[in-house]
């Protein structure tokens, strides 16, 4: 599947940021502020680990000669530092090629201007030239200033260079002191005052990976990072005590909180909180060890439950749990599956932490569905309506479907010890750095 989707990229959209299949050309997408080829950066580590050298090749051959830095436009901080940073970073890990390495410090370095405001909390956009202005008018979101941080420790690492390392730890010294209702984390604070703009608090779209890589700087840290543990975990027991909830049918979920009503919903984005409380399970204390292991389990059957009520055996963008639905999607603006990884990435997790061969089955299922409703002659694409005998595709080959959705499959179905959990953390886009230990596996550099 991967070879197949790298292959069709390459004949119809190379050096573009993604493929559209059906028009058979490239999506030049302007989140990442005129830097090209992000499927390929997004792609490194995948063919590497899968052991598609040829296209190894190709691709690092590009990164070398194609890969422009110097560019202008305005950039999604979050999407560059995700993909390119944390790609460029994996491949270096990876790999030892040093081309990996300078590119990764010199696009970072392009991204410090977006912290030149008065509390140090970063602007959303950056210009890749210098200039910021925020990705909202009125805020930065919580996802995007949060997911920054196992990238920046890095980047700082690499460089022998602390500013890097000085402005992430200015944003979580920021978030510990500001007042949280019920302990909660609202989506978006003000990057002048420093405030909370509004009281809206998700695990999908907005907050997702902010609490990813609280857990993730924890165990990167090699677990000597004490007050990212602490902040994970007195999220979670405000995220388990308020937005916890369970249906009618006995389905776990975790919805949404708006000022104090709760929205009966889950994005597709929220399921990878199944891994994410998984992983975490086993530093949070004896006594809620078990607790934690079983709602990860919870929260990743109810998304699979989501992906089994439709026929085509894929999920929802969103699913709900009011007006009579139960992890299904009655709003037809809801109802597109846009080839996602997070409920792969909660099955590969817990794949790995319990060895229960319903998370191989659950996989399996998906593949097949990708197989049958996405793999069109010309490429992967998602679907439109996933509750629809029709189907229709939207056109798009996504980047992260190679960094994530392949590879958090391939590596459901790999040995443990490949990208051993107790090596490596995973980035929000799926690309492997190595934990705190600072020594890369040696059975990768060496494959």
């Known amino acids: 599947m991967m070879k197949f989707a790298w292959d069709s ?12 299949p059906l028009s058979k050309n490239g999506n030049d997408d302007r989140t990442f502020g005129g830097l090209k080829g992000a499927s390929i950066i997004d792609s490194l580590d995948t063919l590497y680990i899968m052991g598609l050298d040829d296209e190894y090749q ?36 990876l790999t030892g090629e040093e081309v990996f390495k300078r590119k990764a410090v010199e696009l970072g370095r392009k991204l410090l201007p977006a912290f030149n405001t008065p509390t140090g909390i970063p602007h959303g956009v950056v210009n890749l030239a210098g200039e910021v202005r925020s990705s909202w008018p009125w805020s930065s979101v919580l996802a995007e200033v949060g997911t920054l941080h196992l990238e920046f420790v890095h980047l700082s690492e690499l460089t ?17 002191q500001l007042d949280k209702p019920h302990g909660l984390y609202p989506n978006a604070l003000n990057p002048v005052s420093g405030n909370w703009e509004q009281h809206f608090v998700s695990i999908g779209a907005l907050g997702d990976s902010f609490y990813e890589y609280l857990i993730k700087s924890y165990l990167m840290s090699d677990r000597t990072d004490e007050e990212a543990k602490k902040m994970y975990y007195d999220a979670l027991e405000a995220i388990d005590k308020n937005l916890v909830q369970r249906s009618p049918g006995g389905l776990t979920y975790v919805a949404e909180w708006r000022g104090g009503v709760l929205d009966h919903r889950m994005d597709h984005l929220a399921c990878f909180s199944g891994g994410m409380i998984g992983i975490g399970a086993e530093h949070g204390g004896p006594g809620s060890r078990q607790h934690q292991l079983d709602l990860a389990a919870n929260i990743t059957h109810t998304c699979h439950e989501a992906y089994r009520r439709t026929p085509t055996m ?17 709003r037809v603006n809801e ?4 080839l ?21 089955d659950w996989g399996w299922e998906v593949l097949e569905a990708l197989e049958q409703h996405c793999r069109i002659a010309t490429g992967f694409s998602g679907v439109i309506d996933v ?23 391939y590596l459901l179905f790999s040995e443990d010890d490949l990208l051993s959990l107790e ?25």
Not at 399 to 406: G, I, K, N
């Open 9 to 20: 990229y390459k004949r119809y959209a190379w050096g573009e940021n993604e493929l559209r």
């Open 58 to 93: 190709e691709a690092k051959e590009w990164v070398e000669n194609n890969l422009k830095l110097n560019v202008g436009g305005e950039a999604s901080l979050f999407e560059v530092n995700i993909r390119y940073v944390g790609g460029l970073l994996s491949a270096y890990y």
């Open 160 to 176: 022998k260079d602390s500013i890097y390392i000085e402005k992430v730890m200015n944003i979580r010294k920021h978030l510990n």
């Open 314 to 330: 894929l999920g929802p963008e969103v699913f709900r749990f009011d007006d009579g639905a139960e992890a299904t999607a009655p």
């Open 335 to 338: 109802r597109h599956y846009l």
């Open 340 to 360: 996602r990884p997070e409920v792969v990435e909660s099955y590969m997790y817990m794949w790995r932490l319990t060895h229960d061969p319903k998370y191989r």
């Open 387 to 409: 509750y629809s005998h029709m189907i229709q595709h939207d056109n798009l080959q996504q980047s992260f479907f190679l960094a994530e959705t392949l590879k958090y499959l």
């Open 423 to 447: 090596d490596w953390v995973f980035n929000t886009e799926a690309h492997p750095l190595p934990n705190g230990r600072n020594c890369p596996n040696p059975s990768m550099r060496s494959r």
